[in-house]
């Protein structure tokens, strides 16, 4: 028979007793006790685990640790106070950094101090006699005071028992003394050690003297923690570049190697990486937010700039929250005797990140200052015209075709001030500019007529110039006021000054808002020697503000934070003192508000004679000559006739932009109001114009008449 057992139906296993299903009607049996010492386990472990155990046990440690390290701390200072532990340590951190000369600073205050103490250790070996000495002096002197006013009162109340009264009194005051002392002591011996372990605790507690992990929640995060050699490398490494993980790995000292020594700069810190072959600098630039991240920054409060050492970055990282503060008020606003010099003096802008003062020289240099839309443009360009103002001999011509009333306060002290964002308003600011591509043709014929010749600074500035350059408006002859091609006018205008206009000291300095190639052409920004951009939305549009090699070097107005930092503006420039190596330096520019630039602007007006502002620059309308040297003499008494010319040149510059002072001789000539010496100089006298104006229009009437 075969082996093979063929089943006629499907084995299943018989279940477990306990994994049978109950039976109706049949009561279920009960489940297996726990055993107590489980449950007690579970519940102890519930309870250790607890977060309101956790919170109090870290309290707890927390307070306590507090005591110990206020105690070290107040243990630390008290032997810094005593010894000369602490110029020690400055001088060894000084000879790390290898700055010799303040470690020999140290090492003479050290000395300084030793020397202090030891005069005071003798002194005190001297005390005990001199106070002796001075007990016996005092207790003889004080008895006899005493018995001298003991026999005053005995006469004058005729009692011999009064001569010791005095005495007493003080035997009685003594005893008073005493009795409180012994009564005030035992609670003050008793209280005394709970008071100081408070001082200790109020101590530790202010300088968080416990374990990260027993601090509060808000207290242990690690934004705002001092930057220190380890926490850089660990940042450097963590970057994301495999080939600088790789080798800090592999360095000995563990990237320490790389650092220069960390320096204090202003609000921050500032310091050298030299990173290892393979490890671009772009490569750690590109990462500025991990990086500001990695050191428990934001993106805002890390720069990283190029100098020029090879493979280096400078690393610049502001104190946490530091950017955040405003700086103090400008030197024009808070020094009334502060004076300008447009040829030597640099204007007061601001601070750089070091907080240094940064300073601008404006000496024939033509400005550009750009950024978006309420950043701080106008203030920031406001502010050095502001301190050019108080050099008299600065002439202003301003165009600002925003018109709120920003450049209001320099009517009376600008020659021509137009405002206002209207076509006619560009039509004026176009004629402006190319009144000062007259004058400035006037003053390069003067110069090849005579080489010594030396002119006054003439500043045209053009305010929101944006405005201009997209204007559609045609003249006459169909030429484009806006645009940027060879047939616009004001395009031809900005060029015409850029390429000449420094050499006879006619600047222009524009200001204008998110900047592309439409409405800041590119020929137009690169005239200008200083750029200056504040918060840009782009890369590209920092490119276009301060050019490629800026930007190439670290410049970044793009990551300038909208909104939060108004007033800081990244700078280039030969004329503003940037750190070697730098192609930019970022400023935080003083703030001057309206009515504090309305005072500077009085104390500009001071120094001067008196200047009639033109609001409207007339076209095209048939002149007279005699009206309008009545109009722009105004209110002085007497003006300078190369005055005079500049401001006919500003009023008309087809007709009056050629005059010369044979010229303006003709005109007068035989109206009684010709030029004469005051203090050996030519001038134009306002009440001889006035007479002679008068006279004429008597004659005229008369004529009329008949």
Not at 308 to 323: C, K, N
Not at 352 to 370: E, K, N, P, W
Not at 474 to 499: C, I, L, Q
Request: net charge neutral; charged share 25%.
């Amino acid at each position: 028979m075969s082996d093979n057992v063929v089943h006629l139906y499907k084995h299943t296993p018989t279940p477990a007793a306990e994994d049978r299903p109950t039976p109706a009607g049949v009561e279920a049996a009960p489940a297996p006790a726990v055993p107590l010492w489980v449950r007690s386990g579970r519940a102890a472990r519930t309870v250790v685990t607890h977060e309101r155990t956790k919170a109090a046990a870290r309290a707890v440690v927390r307070h306590n640790m507090y005591v110990l390290g206020g105690a070290r701390i107040v243990a630390r200072r008290t032997w810094d106070g005593r010894t000369a532990s602490r110029y020690e340590r400055m001088l060894r951190a000084a000879e790390a950094a290898g700055n010799y000369e303040v470690a020999a600073e140290w090492e003479e205050r050290g000395q300084r101090f030793r020397e202090a103490r030891h005069r005071r250790r003798m002194d005190l070996l001297r005390a005990p006699v001199a106070i002796a000495k001075g007990a016996v002096v005092g207790t003889g002197v004080g008895m006899g005071a005493l018995v001298a006013l003991g026999v005053v009162l005995a006469c004058a109340n005729k009692d011999v028992t009064d001569v010791v009264t005095p005495l007493m009194a003080v035997v009685e005051f003594i005893r008073l003394l005493i009795t409180i002392v012994a009564i005030v002591w035992g609670p003050l011996v008793t209280i005394g050690p709970i008071l100081a372990l408070l001082g200790l605790w109020t101590v530790g507690r202010h300088q968080q003297a416990a374990p990260n992990w027993a601090l509060p929640t808000s207290a242990r995060s690690s934004e705002g923690e001092p930057i220190t050699p380890s926490i850089v490398v660990k940042a450097l490494r963590d970057l994301g570049v495999p080939a600088l993980r790789n080798a800090i790995k592999e360095m000995g000292d563990a990237g320490a190697a790389m650092l220069s020594p960390i320096v204090i700069a202003g609000c921050g810190v500032e310091l050298d990486v030299t990173l290892p072959s393979g490890v671009s600098t772009i490569e750690v630039q590109n990462r500025r937010r991990k990086l500001a991240e990695n050191l428990s920054r934001h993106e805002h409060e890390v720069f990283i700039t190029i100098p020029e050492a090879a493979r280096t970055v400078r690393l610049w990282v502001a104190d946490s929250g530091a950017l955040d503060e405003p700086i103090g008020p400008s030197p024009l606003v808070t020094d009334e005797t502060v004076t300008a010099d447009y040829k030597k003096g640099r204007a007061p802008w601001g601070q750089d990140l070091r907080g240094d003062a940064a300073a601008l020289s404006l000496f024939q240099r033509h400005l550009l200052v750009t950024g978006l839309s309420n950043q701080g443009k106008t203030a920031s360009l406001r502010a050095l015209a502001l301190w050019a103002a108080l050099d008299r001999t600065v002439e202003f011509r301003i165009a600002d075709l925003k018109g709120v009333g920003d450049w209001a306060m320099f009517d009376g002290l600008a020659t021509v001030l137009i405002q206002g964002p209207a076509d006619e308003n560009v039509i004026e600011a176009t004629e402006m500019v190319e009144g000062l591509v007259v004058e400035m043709n006037r003053r390069i014929e003067a110069r090849r007529l005579d080489p010594k010749a030396v002119f006054a600074p003439l500043i045209g500035i053009v305010d929101e110039a944006q405005v201009a350059f997209m204007c559609p408006v045609k003249d006459e002859e169909n030429r484009p006021y806006g645009g940027s091609k060879a047939t616009s006018r004001y395009f031809m205008a900005v060029r015409k000054v850029h390429n000449q206009g420094r050499a006879v000291d006619v600047i222009l300095w524009e200001g204008t808002q998110d900047p592309t190639d439409q409405n800041l052409p590119k020929l137009v920004r690169e005239g200008a020697h200083t750029r200056a951009s504040l918060a840009l939305g782009t890369e590209s549009q920092a490119r276009m503000a301060l050019g490629d090699k800026a930007v190439d070097g670290g410049a970044a107005p793009h990551l300038l934070r909208q909104g939060l930092d108004k007033g800081t503006l990244v700078v280039a420039s030969d004329g503003i003192e940037i750190p070697k190596g730098q192609s930019s330096l970022t400023v935080r520019t003083h703030y001057i508000d309206d009515d504090q630039a309305e005072a500077i602007i009085n104390r500009a007006k001071a120094l001067r004679d008196g200047v009639t502002t033109l609001h409207v620059i007339d076209r095209g309308e048939e002149r007279d000559p005699l009206a309008d040297i009545a109009t722009v003499v105004g209110d002085a008494s007497r003006v300078l006739t190369q005055d005079v010319l500049k401001r006919l040149a500003a009023l008309d510059a087809d007709v009056y932009g050629k005059w010369s002072f044979i010229d303006l001789k003709r005109v007068l000539e035989g109206t009684g109001a010709e030029p004469y010496k005051s203090d050996g100089r030519m001038v134009v006298g306002r009440d001889r114009v006035q007479r002679a104006l008068a006279e004429r229009d008597e004659t005229d009437s008369a004529s009329a008449a008949e």
